[in-house]
């Protein structure tokens, strides 16, 4: 395999969040795509509107299949905070879009 078809063939990583203020025991979250990510952060929502948009786009099956579509934000939005937040920074740390993070990538 080569350079090219080794990079263009990274596998979506999915972790686990424990969800105990739902009623499933988990979600999956999923490693975001460069353009979802970049979707993102050209978006002009706030920071709260953020949150809960990355988990509509992250949350997952455990195969990795989305599984809110991006017109089911504003009931994404309409959830308890403390069930939310949880799975956001799980998002977040996920995809290496924390503070921590980002000092990491420019240390390096």
């Keep these: 395999m080569g350079l ?10 999915l972790r686990r969040v424990e969800t105990p203020t ?3 025991d988990c979600v999956w979250v999923r490693t975001l ?3 979802e990510v970049m979707t993102m952060r050209d978006s002009d929502e706030g ?11 992250a949350i997952c099956d455990e195969n990795g299949g ?6 089911d934000a504003e009931q994404v939005a309409a959830l308890p905070y403390q069930a939310v937040a ?8 996920h995809n290496g879009l924390t503070q921590g993070a980002a000092e990491e ?3 390096n």
Excluded: N, S
């Design 66 to 71: 989305r599984v809110f579509e991006d017109d």
């Design 47 to 57: 920071d709260e509107q953020w949150a809960w948009r990355l988990c509509v786009m």
């Design 4 to 13: 090219k078809e080794a990079i263009l063939g990274a596998k979506t990583k």
């Design 33 to 35: 795509t460069a353009a």
């Design 105 to 107: 990538t420019a240390k």
């Design 86 to 93: 949880p799975i956001a920074t799980a998002v977040m740390e």
């Design 22 to 24: 739902l009623d499933c």
